[in-house]
């Protein structure tokens, strides 16, 4: 079955520490996207990718850094200058042109967790 | 810049009871879409209508309805004969031009059996 898959599911990181957030998916999508999850501050998105070898800064790109090396992979970094990294992680995947019709498909997301 | 605002950070309802979640956006594009997602305890995200800015007409999809207000810039669910299923975080989203998906900051409801 085609879909995203994200890695893991929940992730411990120590103050200071580097960590990757893995997102793959097998549905052939171009476009690619991590959006982080707070309470009550719904969905911001950190990174997109519209095709591989490109991405472009969402509304909250600080502390965080992708690459997109393969159209399947879009891997997220929350690097150590992210001030408050706890939070929720999905990643989502669409065809460029469809996302008007709804056409995003999301990952089951990542819970990190700074200890 | 777009904005999603949604007012309402926990709603509930009695089943078989109707509910309507409250939703208003901004943007100064004419050509856009607009959505609610729902997030159940899965954290999965699920698309549960779309409706386009140029239509008049009020997307339906079963027991989920919108009310869409163009001038005032409006666009509440409405869910008809609540089951117990329908519990989750629902999520309000515009999308315009460069295809980034914009959300509100999402309404809990709890369906009461």
């Known amino acids: 079955d085609g879909g995203i898959t994200q890695s893991p599911k929940y992730l411990f990181r120590k103050e200071g520490q580097n960590v990757t957030l893995s997102c793959e998916q097998n549905l052939n999508h171009d476009a690619m996207y991590w959006y982080r999850q707070d309470p009550g501050q719904g969905l911001r998105l950190i990174y997109y990718s519209q095709i591989v070898n490109d991405f472009q800064k969402g509304d909250i790109a600080e502390g965080y850094s992708v690459s997109r090396e393969k159209k399947e992979s879009f891997p997220l970094t929350v690097t150590s200058a992210q001030k408050n990294p706890t939070a929720f992680y999905l990643c989502a995947s669409s065809i460029p042109g469809t996302g008007t019709l709804g056409g995003y498909t999301f990952g089951s997301g990542t819970r990190l967790t700074v200890v | 810049a777009q904005t999603v605002t949604q007012s309402q950070p926990e709603m509930s309802v009695q089943e078989a009871e109707t509910v309507t979640l409250s939703c208003t956006y901004d943007?100064?594009?004419?050509?856009?879409?607009l959505f609610w997602y729902k997030q159940p305890p899965s954290r999965q995200m699920i698309l549960v209508i779309r409706?386009?800015?140029?239509?008049?007409q009020n997307a339906t999809e079963n027991r989920f309805s919108v009310n869409f207000q163009k001038a005032a810039k409006s666009f509440s669910l409405k869910i008809s004969d609540s089951q117990l299923g329908d519990a989750a975080m629902y999520f309000c989203a515009l999308i315009q031009g460069a295809q980034k998906l914009v959300f509100g900051q999402g309404t809990r409801l709890t369906i009461n059996p």
């Open positions: 943007t100064s594009e004419s050509d856009y879409y």
């Open positions: 409706q386009e800015a140029y239509k008049q």
